[in-house]
């Protein structure tokens, strides 16, 4: 990946902020509709209504602009405070929470073109594939890593491993309904059905990783 990666994501005034949402907004939909290869700087310049200087000030390189894209998506549904512990929240919510906010994430048109445009793409450009997964999917299982070995810490659930727990957790939600859906057949859990379907993972996980009995 570019070093220039990380570069110029960071906020800024607030018109500076409306003019890289406004940029962040435009790329999504020109690489969704155009492809990645397709998509050019200057195109998203018109497309945000602003001029290439503009979107050059807020994004290095177009590799920092679909990262930054992915990653606000992620941010959108999993913002990082979601993964803080705190004392007075039960882990079954806490971890309820996660799941309602990935389910819903990885079930959103904008998610799932966007899978599939990477699969697509991936294969003939490696580096795609590592953009996407090191800006969304990594982001996200680190993040949860992170929480379960807190989780593990105050002794609310056993897990010795928490970044293959992490991917448990995360390969349950998406499930076979996902599986389906990326490939064109079927349609996304939503209402009652989505909801019995994060309970019974959320459940299924708790039961798993459970304290044995001293």
Same mark, same amino acid.
């Given at each position: 990946? &570019? +070093?220039?990666?990380?570069?110029?994501?960071? /906020?800024?005034?607030?018109?500076?902020?409306?003019?890289?949402?406004?940029?962040?907004?435009?790329?999504?939909?020109?690489?969704? !509709?155009?492809?990645?290869? &397709?998509?050019?700087?200057?195109?998203?310049?018109?497309?945000?209504?602003?001029?290439?200087?503009?979107?050059?000030?807020?994004?290095?390189?177009?590799?920092?602009?679909?990262?930054?894209?992915?990653?606000?998506?992620?941010?959108?549904?999993?913002?990082?405070? *979601?993964?803080?512990?705190? /004392?007075?929240? /039960?882990?079954?919510?806490?971890?309820?929470?996660?799941?309602?906010?990935? @389910?819903?994430?990885?079930? !959103?048109?904008?998610?799932?073109?966007? @899978?599939?445009?990477?699969?697509? *793409?991936? &294969?003939?450009?490696?580096?795609? &594939?590592?953009? #996407?997964?090191?800006?969304? /999917?990594?982001?996200?299982?680190?993040?949860?890593?992170?929480?379960?070995?807190?989780?593990?810490?105050?002794?609310?659930?056993?897990?010795?491993?928490?970044?293959?727990? +992490?991917?448990?957790?995360?390969?349950? *939600?998406?499930?076979?309904?996902?599986?389906?859906?990326?490939?064109?057949?079927?349609?996304?859990?939503?209402?009652?059905?989505?909801?019995?379907?994060?309970?019974?993972?959320?459940?299924? #996980?708790?039961?798993?990783?459970?304290?044995?009995?001293?």
């Amino acid at each position: 990946m &570019s +070093a220039n990666t990380s570069a110029n994501i960071g /906020p800024g005034r607030p018109k500076d902020l409306a003019k890289r949402q406004a940029i962040l907004e435009a790329a999504k939909r020109l690489f969704l !509709s155009n492809g990645y290869a &397709s998509t050019s700087m200057d195109a998203v310049a018109a497309e945000a209504g602003v001029s290439k200087l503009t979107v050059y000030s807020h994004f290095n390189d177009k590799e920092t602009l679909l990262t930054a894209a992915v990653m606000a998506k992620c941010e959108e549904q999993l913002p990082t405070l *979601l993964y803080e512990l705190t /004392p007075d929240t /039960p882990v079954k919510t806490l971890l309820l929470n996660i799941a309602r906010g990935f @389910h819903q994430l990885i079930n !959103s048109d904008e998610s799932v073109n966007l @899978h599939r445009l990477i699969i697509a *793409l991936g &294969s003939q450009d490696p580096k795609l &594939s590592q953009i #996407f997964i090191e800006a969304g /999917p990594e982001r996200v299982l680190q993040g949860m890593e992170g929480l379960l070995g807190k989780i593990n810490q105050m002794g609310a659930l056993h897990i010795d491993k928490p970044r293959n727990a +992490a991917e448990h957790f995360f390969c349950m *939600l998406k499930g076979g309904a996902n599986f389906r859906l990326l490939y064109g057949y079927g349609a996304p859990l939503t209402g009652e059905a989505a909801e019995a379907h994060v309970q019974e993972v959320v459940d299924l #996980f708790i039961r798993a990783y459970r304290p044995e009995p001293g």
